[in-house]
């Protein structure tokens, strides 16, 4: 068989260029407004950033459906998991303590073992504080009324709803590094990052914050936003 011939025969080469799979963060979200908050930032930064959103339906299930999706979620090609809770369950409902720290002893647990680091972050009480931070004008008024007045949204519903609310917690002067930043400067209780505790028992028992400000934020790590 000639040249010509075989190549008629066998047609191109059906070799492909190797895919190469990237590597992404896994952020999983309990609230809403939180998915649309980091959807947008994958998307207005696609290429730069891989993230994949896992949202969590809390309702009925709580802190305990957070653990069973992290539990079941996999490590491969994933760089590290961030792990978003409102704290708020924790202060109203006394069966969520218990539930609260078994999550928290998951994420130690993986933290000395694994090599994805898990980063449980917990926003005290709840996502509107932490959206109020990005301002530099926020000084620790009511988070609901301040995000309607400073933001301009009819309620505090449209806030929740509006899929662009990225955007809007990072212009006009706000920002996520505003928001960093302040909560840096805060105390940070427990940790669940890998060497803070050479222990390798379970942590002990979280009672919740030592503190009688209504607003102040708690971070399980050191790293927010």
């Not at 932490?130 to 519903?157: K, N, T």
Request: hydrophobic residues 30%.
């Amino acid at each position: 068989m000639s040249s010509i011939e075989k190549d008629c025969w066998e047609g191109p080469s059906l070799s492909r260029p190797r895919r190469t799979l990237q590597k992404k963060f896994l952020i999983f979200c309990e609230g809403r407004t939180e998915c649309r908050y980091f959807d947008e930032l994958r998307r207005l930064r696609r290429g730069e950033l891989a993230i994949k959103i896992e949202p969590v339906d809390v309702t009925g299930g709580g802190y305990t459906a957070v653990l069973d999706k992290l539990r079941k979620s996999s490590d491969s090609n994933c760089l590290a998991k961030f792990v978003l809770v409102d704290l708020d369950r924790f202060q109203k409902i006394p069966q969520e303590r218990e539930n609260f720290q078994k999550l928290l002893d998951f994420c130690q647990t993986r933290n000395r073992t694994a090599r994805i680091p898990h980063f449980l972050i917990v926003q005290n009480p709840d996502f509107e504080y932490v959206a109020c931070v990005h301002s530099p004008d926020y000084h620790g008024s009511e988070p609901a009324r301040f995000l309607v007045d400073q933001l301009g949204y009819p309620s505090i519903a449209d806030f929740k709803a509006d899929p662009h609310v990225y955007s809007v917690l990072n212009r006009d002067g706000r920002s996520c590094q505003i928001a960093a930043d302040t909560l840096r400067r805060q105390s940070c209780y427990i940790t669940t990052l890998p060497n803070r505790q050479p222990s390798t028992s379970k942590s002990p028992p979280f009672t919740g914050i030592p503190t009688p400000k209504p607003v102040k934020a708690l971070t399980c790590t050191n790293c927010l936003i």
